[in-house]
């Protein structure tokens, strides 16, 4: 069974969604929409496929089954809704909206119209992660004491309006939730902008999770090297993940020979 989908925004990220689906044997990548007719015109002759500067267009006339929303986020809340409105499943791009209220209202609108709106959290499916969630859960690590991520590399000229804390630290708070299966009570953090743009630019966090597992998140666009790193350590060792090669790797915590520490 073929699934109509279509792609509302087609800057970087965008024409990756749109690579991604005409690459999919049960996909029809129906159209693309962005208020750039330049970007859509490339786009339109490069997959011959419609191409529109209007999202109202593209759903009255496509009337695709799903939508993927690259635009900037402070257009997440009016698209995504538009498309939950219109009978569309929705994958938006991280961070849902840019306002509390904006992401707690489309996840009504989904709930309400019975339609998928999935964030995304593409680390989620990375197969490093897949596994040390396989691992973790099955004990191999014994109890988590912390979880310690970076994120670092050079600042991206294509994001504009918003700074780490939306465009980064969200994929490693969702990434802490997912392996600890648990809530953070408390966070403290600092932020600081150095390139002297709107937004932060460093983002250093400390989170306490409700089973007493503690997060730490080193977050900037000011490292002249690109770094995804996670770090998990516990009584048997540490668990590291590269999010870039997809590597996960163990080290034995030699001292315990593989037994539990005592619970204090």
């Keep these: 069974m073929t699934t109509r989908i279509a792609v509302v925004?087609?800057?970087?990220?965008?024409?990756?969604?749109?690579?991604?689906?005409?690459?999919?044997?049960?996909?029809?990548?129906?159209?693309v929409a962005d208020e750039n007719?330049?970007?859509?015109?490339?786009?339109?002759?490069?997959?011959?496929?419609?191409?529109?500067?209007?999202?109202?267009?593209?759903?009255?006339?496509?009337?695709?089954?799903?939508?993927?929303?690259?635009?900037?986020?402070?257009?997440?809340?009016?698209?995504?809704?538009?498309?939950l409105e219109s009978g569309c499943h929705v994958l938006v791009e991280k961070p849902i909206a840019a306002a509390l209220e904006q992401a707690q209202d489309l996840i009504y609108t989904s709930e309400r119209?019975?339609?998928?709106l999935m964030v995304g959290h593409i680390e989620?499916?990375?197969?490093?992660?897949?596994?040390?969630?396989?691992?973790?859960?099955?004990?191999?690590?014994?109890?988590?004491?912390?979880?310690?991520?970076?994120?670092?590399g050079p600042f991206p000229h294509r994001i504009?309006?918003?700074?780490?804390?939306?465009?980064?630290?969200?994929?490693?708070?969702?990434?802490?939730?997912?392996?600890?299966?648990?809530?953070?009570l408390r966070v403290y953090a600092e932020i600081k902008s150095e390139l002297g743009t709107a937004n932060e630019d460093l983002f250093a966090g400390i989170l306490r999770f409700g089973n007493e597992i503690v997060g730490l998140l080193e977050i900037n666009w000011l490292t002249p090297t690109k770094i995804r790193e996670l770090y998990v350590t516990g009584e048997r060792g540490m668990f590291r993940v590269n999010y870039i090669t997809q590597d996960l790797c163990f080290f034995e915590n030699a001292e315990t020979n593989g037994s539990d520490w005592p619970v204090a």
């Design 9 to 31: 925004g087609v800057g970087k990220m965008g024409r990756n969604h749109v690579r991604v689906y005409q690459e999919m044997p049960d996909v029809e990548l129906v159209a």
């Design 124 to 152: 989620r499916f990375n197969p490093a992660v897949i596994e040390l969630k396989r691992r973790l859960d099955a004990g191999e690590l014994g109890r988590v004491f912390q979880i310690n991520a970076r994120r670092l």
């Design 37 to 83: 007719p330049v970007m859509t015109e490339k786009i339109s002759q490069m997959y011959r496929i419609p191409a529109y500067t209007n999202i109202r267009d593209l759903l009255d006339y496509e009337k695709p089954e799903a939508i993927s929303v690259a635009v900037p986020t402070q257009y997440h809340h009016m698209v995504v809704k538009q498309a």
């Design 160 to 184: 504009q309006d918003v700074g780490v804390v939306m465009d980064l630290a969200t994929h490693d708070l969702d990434i802490m939730r997912f392996i600890t299966g648990s809530e953070a």
């Design 113 to 116: 119209y019975r339609r998928v």
